[in-house]
């Protein structure tokens, strides 16, 4: 079971960039957040300041991303046991 979930998640990622690349609640927050980027650039951060501010940016991202991961993964789990119950599997 757990194989398959996993090849059930790989598999799912691309069609999730997709969706999320139509939707139009995501690209006002990517916008926002591109324009906020740039507005940071354009200050006078040292290096090392703007060293920490990407890695803070990046540890961000990973969080998100591996928070995603197991919510979409708990959704899925939740659908096999929910198929279970009803006798579909």
């Known amino acids: 079971m757990d194989s398959l979930l996993k090849i059930i998640v790989e598999s799912s990622n691309?069609?999730?960039d997709t969706m999320i690349f139509q939707d139009v609640k995501y690209l006002n927050i990517e916008q926002k957040v591109s324009r906020k980027l740039k507005r940071l650039e354009k200050g006078k951060l040292s290096k090392k300041?703007?060293?920490a501010v990407d890695e803070l940016l990046t540890a961000y991202n990973e969080e998100n991303a591996r928070c995603c991961h197991l919510l979409y993964e708990q959704g899925l789990k939740d659908?096999?046991?929910l198929f279970?119950?009803?006798g579909i599997i």
Do not use: G
Request: aromatic share 0%.
């Open 14 to 16: 691309k069609r999730l």
């Open 49 to 51: 300041q703007k060293r």
């Open 79 to 81: 659908c096999a046991s």
């Open 84 to 86: 279970k119950e009803l």
